[in-house]
């Protein structure tokens, strides 16, 4: 007779979340508050270094600043969204301004959302929760 099969426990893999910034302070505080809920972080310092970095590790969710240099925000989500095969992926805008002018040009480049620097931890996750929900690993 055989033996019955024991039910193992397989863990998902944690959602990959993309934080697009140049500066360091905002990757860092985005990078430990996403962990702490269980996610899975990559960091990018412009929107070259993250369009390679897209390609590696797929992510679920992208946070992209604004501001940086090289590459902007707006550029870079633009270029996400030209991508048929990262159209779907969600990106919310990250920046200090939180004008009316500055989130039309976000939705105009194709953001999913804009969230106000600085963050905060709740904010931040509850961003990703929308659009992802959250994940299995948070406590």
Same mark, same amino acid.
């Given at each position: ?20 910034? @140049?500066?360091? %302070? ?6 430990? /508050?996403?962990?702490?809920?269980? /996610? ?24 992209? @600043? ?5 590459? @902007?925000? /707006?550029? %870079? ?24 002018? @500055? ?10 959302? /804009?969230?106000?620097?600085?963050? %905060? ?19």
């Amino acid at each position: 007779m055989s033996q019955p099969v024991e039910a193992q426990s397989i863990q998902p893999a944690p959602i990959k979340v993309l934080v697009i910034d @140049d500066s360091n %302070t905002i990757r860092r505080s985005a990078e430990m /508050y996403l962990r702490q809920a269980g /996610y899975e972080v990559i960091l990018a310092e412009d929107g070259f270094d993250a369009l390679s970095k897209i390609a590696d590790h797929q992510p679920r969710l992208i946070f992209v @600043d604004i501001m940086m240099p090289r590459l @902007d925000g /707006y550029q %870079t989500c633009a270029l996400i969204k030209q991508n048929p095969k990262l159209k779907a992926t969600p990106v919310i805008m990250l920046s200090s301004k939180d004008g009316v002018f @500055d989130r039309a040009r976000g939705r105009l480049a194709g953001s999913d959302r /804009y969230l106000t620097k600085p963050f %905060t931890k709740e904010g931040l996750i509850a961003a990703v929760n929308e659009y992802v929900g959250p994940s299995s690993i948070a406590s």
